[in-house]
């Protein structure tokens, strides 16, 4: 499979300036060398993420951003759930990788900082992430950078399989940092979106207990009780905290918030038991305080969990192939409708994940 003087043509949507629409390009992609593996993909989901490095920024509240327009050159193939097959590998790499079913791992670091040595890649300062701060999977191909970090999806089936390198990934990371605080009360979660869904579902392979599901949308909470949510509810509603505290007993023993505005991690310490912990994922940004003293009193632990490890990302699939996990719901759109589909997830009109196929 491996031929050095072959090139392919890479059919992608990229980033050219920030806040602007992603342009429709045709690049030449080399093929790989050392340990690098070419993936023609199947499909790549659209994260929330996609639309903070469209906007090159991310909100701190009061007026503040972090730009992160730095991090990357421009133009930039934007996607880092990505799930395709591999069509040609580099001399070093296992040649019987030729023709797998894989998803990829996008969160790659320096590989030699201590974060990269103790195996947490993704939290590395220095990052190399695929759709992030190099060429991802808003295109027909992807050059990986070395074989470790595609992982066979044999036995999972669907549309859902490269969300799971991020969705996936993410929620599951969060479910497996909650479990310590359930003995203070049940869980619930905090955003129905795509990557609340994945929760949902992860929660309940992992036999976690009872969940309430908060969403502003009314189609997020329908979806949340047809996934197994004991109650959902609407944080915007008068009596949201007395629901959420009849619901779990008293209070919530893990939060975990895949919004991460200042309004969700407020609601979401309103609802805490004492002993409990709030996990805050989301981006969505601005800024929370709290009076000092309540954390103490409440004994109250907060604590921020972003994607996860290689070694996440290899138990997460291990049970996704048990079938212990369920899909959610999909919507599939062609590379072409790149910017439409982020539009939609601006606006909130997807109930589920989004996937771009080539």
């Given amino acids: 499979m491996h031929d050095a003087s072959a090139h392919f043509t890479v059919r992608c949507q990229q980033l050219t300036a920030n806040g602007k629409p992603l342009e429709a390009a045709t690049v030449e992609l080399p093929a790989p060398d050392g340990d690098q593996v070419l993936i023609e993909i199947d499909h790549c989901g659209v994260c929330h993420s ?4 469209q906007d090159g920024y991310f909100d701190l509240g009061d007026g503040h951003q972090l730009d992160v327009s730095a991090q990357r050159t421009l133009p930039l193939t934007l996607g880092h759930e990505i799930a395709g097959r591999v ?23 320096c590989g030699q900082c201590k974060l990269c040595e103790r195996g947490d890649e993704h939290l590395c300062d220095r990052p190399r992430v695929i759709g992030i701060n190099v060429d991802g999977g808003f295109a027909s191909h992807v050059l990986v950078p070395h074989s470790r970090y595609v992982i066979s999806l044999d036995g999972v089936p669907g549309d859902n399989a490269g969300c799971l390198m991020c969705s996936g990934l993410t929620a599951f990371s969060a479910m497996r940092k909650a479990e310590r605080f359930l003995a203070a009360g049940p869980l619930a979660i905090v955003g129905i979106g795509g990557v609340g869904m994945m929760a949902l579902r992860f929660a309940r392979a992992l036999e976690l207990g009872p969940v309430v599901a908060i969403d502003t949308s009314a189609a997020a909470r329908e979806a949340a009780l047809e996934m197994g949510a ?38 979401a310490q309103r609802i805490a038991a004492k002993g409990g912990g709030i996990i805050v994922v989301g981006l969505m940004g601005g800024r929370f305080t709290t009076p000092v003293p309540l954390l103490p009193f409440t004994a109250l632990t907060i604590q921020g969990s972003y994607v996860g490890s290689l070694a996440n990302a290899h138990d997460m699939l291990d049970i996704v192939k048990s079938g212990a996990v369920d899909d959610i719901p999909v919507v599939t759109r062609a590379l072409d409708e790149a910017n439409a589909a982020l539009d939609d997830l601006r606006n909130r009109k997807v109930v589920g994940r989004t996937v771009l196929r080539p």
């Fill in 50 to 53: 996609d639309l903070h490095l």
């Fill in 87 to 109: 069509a040609a590998v580099g001399p070093d790499a296992p040649q019987e990788l030729a023709g797998a079913k894989v998803a990829v791992y996008p969160w790659i670091g």
């Fill in 230 to 267: 004991i109650a959902a509810i609407d944080p915007t509603d008068e009596d949201a905290r007395k629901v959420v505290k009849s619901a779990t007993g008293g209070g919530a023993g893990a939060i975990v918030d895949f919004v991460g505005s200042g309004q969700s991690l407020t609601f």
